[in-house]
């Protein structure tokens, strides 16, 4: 047994009473929110499982060969479906009350509210890369303010990753080529575990880590500890120029390029007549799969940047095209009139 794997044990073994524990704590409004569901559902549950044993118990008892029960006076037909009718109806009610009440729980796991903090992550075999919006980066470790409404957006660098936070009581698949969402706000202040719940090589069971939720006031010193960071921003520009980006779209090179400045969050009209908002999704695929959507009146002679530029830094890069504004580049890319 090597000193690394000695190691890896010893770990596994200190977390062992964690692993062990029947129900995580219940530190996100979400975990309360599926707890409550859960265990009414349970409850109820319980009680019709209780109720049809005390009668089976009941009829076998009562009805038993030899007992003297009366055998005689069967209900009247009416009677009967009058019964039935109830059964089947309050059945129906409870149904009912239960889709109701786990609709909106289930519909604001996909929608969160539109004012949280927004974090990104990128799965990798086998660690999560977390990348803060003030350009703090972490590995496998997530700091968050408790009470604040926190938003996720989830990729992956290589195959499909599952962030599972089982305190949150949330799991949300990491997709490659893909953003998905994950919404929580935390209640309790602690470190909770974080996992990958998806098989995803090897080492699947090591894409460990850790949330760490704290107050408000820790939050802020937990931040300005990290010294001044370039904003993700700041770092997209410099990639910009790194990658060559600049070359075609600053409208200085004699390659015609769609003008990127304010593009964000506006319609894109697109060579197949359809129009496309320009969101994250929409700046991802351009740099990866730039075939997928050609902007009217442009060749596709753009190359594809897949697998050259990390998730990561593709995030800087969005960021950075998100803050420009119209007119940011003076100097001009080729103005759409000029066909
Ligand atoms: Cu990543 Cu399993």
């Known amino acids: ?67 003297n029960a009366d055998r005689g006076h069967r209900p009247a ?22 889709f109701f009440w786990s609709v909106p729980v289930y519909l604001d796991l996909y929608r969160g509210p539109k004012d949280a903090l927004t974090i990104n992550v990128v799965g990798k075999q086998w660690m999560w890369r977390v990348y803060h919006p003030n350009g703090i980066e972490e590995i496998n470790s997530l700091h968050v303010p408790v009470g604040e409404p926190i938003r996720l957006r989830l990729t992956t660098q ?63 010193t937990w931040l300005t500890r990290h010294g001044s960071v370039p904003s993700p921003a700041a770092a997209g520009k410099q990639l910009f120029q790194a990658y060559g980006c600049s070359g075609c779209h600053l409208g200085r090179s004699s390659v015609r390029a769609p003008s990127l400045a304010g593009i964000y969050g506006r ?29 009217a009146g442009y060749v596709p002679i753009m190359p594809s940047f897949a697998g050259q530029i990390p998730e990561g830094e593709i995030l800087k890069l969005i960021a950075y095209i998100k803050s420009l504004e119209p007119g940011d580049w003076e100097q001009g890319p080729v103005q759409r009139s000029d066909q």
Request: proline letters at 4%.
């Open 1 to 67: 047994m090597n000193e690394r794997f000695d190691g890896e044990l010893f770990d596994y073994l200190w977390h062992l009473d964690q692993d062990l524990i029947l129900m995580p704590p219940q530190a996100a409004v979400e975990a309360v929110r599926s707890d409550t569901l859960l265990f009414a559902m349970l409850g109820v549950s319980a009680l019709i499982v209780l109720l049809v044993a005390v009668l089976i118990t009941w009829f076998c008892l009562r009805y038993r060969a030899g007992s």
């Open 77 to 98: 037909t009416k009677n009967r479906h009058r019964l039935e009718l109830t059964l089947a109806l309050s059945m129906f009610v409870i149904f009912m009350v239960f």
């Open 158 to 220: 290589d195959v499909i990753h599952s962030f599972f936070v089982p305190a949150f009581r949330l799991k949300r698949d990491a997709v490659p080529g893909m953003y998905t969402n994950l919404w929580f706000t935390a209640t309790k202040p602690g470190t909770y575990r974080l996992f990958c719940s998806e098989y995803c090589g090897s080492f699947h069971s090591r894409m460990r880590g850790r949330i760490v939720v704290m107050t408000q006031a820790d939050y802020e």
């Open 267 to 295: 319609p894109v009209p697109l060579a197949d007549g359809t129009t496309i908002i320009a969101d994250e999704a929409y700046l991802h695929d351009s740099i990866v799969r730039p075939v997928k959507h050609i902007v």
